[in-house]
């Protein structure tokens, strides 16, 4: 009999852990388990929201955050959630091609339960303030194209050659690979070396994206040296980016970090980016996205055909989250 006020929803930890083992989306899973844990000790005592109806969606709206925080910031504390996680956020949710309305319920739930944070470390503004301080941040528009947000060839390449330059060879392997594929950072690094041997024979590569969707990419010509390049560096059987004391997590991390210290470095004055935005690993994907759309035009591709096909290569398969990456 199904008992009003119950909580029923709440996931246990053993329920949690074990989503975690079967779920390949999750990356930094020991972080995403500490933001699940402490979000259900607020959400056993929370109030003021309808607790067999709203409660448990805002409890699955913050799932879906935390495996974004805590892959692409390693945050491991509630308290610690401030403005520049909602910005990224909406901006990977827009990119999914996500309503306003689902990023406005996002939203939502995450200042729903960060008011019931004893002691915040940071206060979130409002979605009008985010609007006014981040030029990235739009909510308003059901389409939400328009925002070109691709780095021009000059600061990929100047990336690319400050990252051969670094300690970490395997940087400058997966930004290019991002670049040259249109991948997702975690669809690189989970990568291993059997999929680069397979790539190699087919001239496709296979990727698991999101929610275990499986695509396969024709393999650019400068990818196939890259490929080489990595598998050099591992033994069969292993990731070509993950070495075995490290975490898929960490690298990420780390390729991310890369991006966001020598961005400026590498500013190309002549780019096409609203001012406000910067290049990020998603960047690569935009610019993927728009060159692809030019060739399948140049075939005699439709426009929308066009679309599609390039929305079936970066993982989406829906038409309209294409003109999100061509800012249309």
Known sequence: MFVIGNREWIKTEREIRIAISTNEDVCNKGAYLNLMLQLNKIARHAKGVSVNKTLPQYYNHMDLFFRFVADNYNLKTLANIQNKHLVDYVSERQSEGKSASTIKNDLAAIRYFHDQIPNPRYQLSSNQILSENYNEFHLERRRFGGVDRRPTELEYQALVTLAQQSNSSSLALIIMLCREQGLRVHEAVRLSRVDAEKALREGFLTVKGKGGLIRQIPLQTQSFSVLQDAMQQVNR????????????????????????????????????????????????????????YELFIEKGYTEGDARLAVSKLIGHNREDVTRIYLAE
């Open 237 to 292: 059987g292993e990731k070509l980016f993950v070495l075995q004391d490290q975490k898929a997590h960490q690298v990420i991390q780390r390729v991310q970090d890369f991006i966001g210290n020598n961005r400026q470095k590498v500013l190309d004055p002549l780019n096409t980016r609203p001012k406000g935005v910067e290049i990020t690993m998603h960047s690569f994907r935009h610019a993927y996205a728009k060159e692809q």
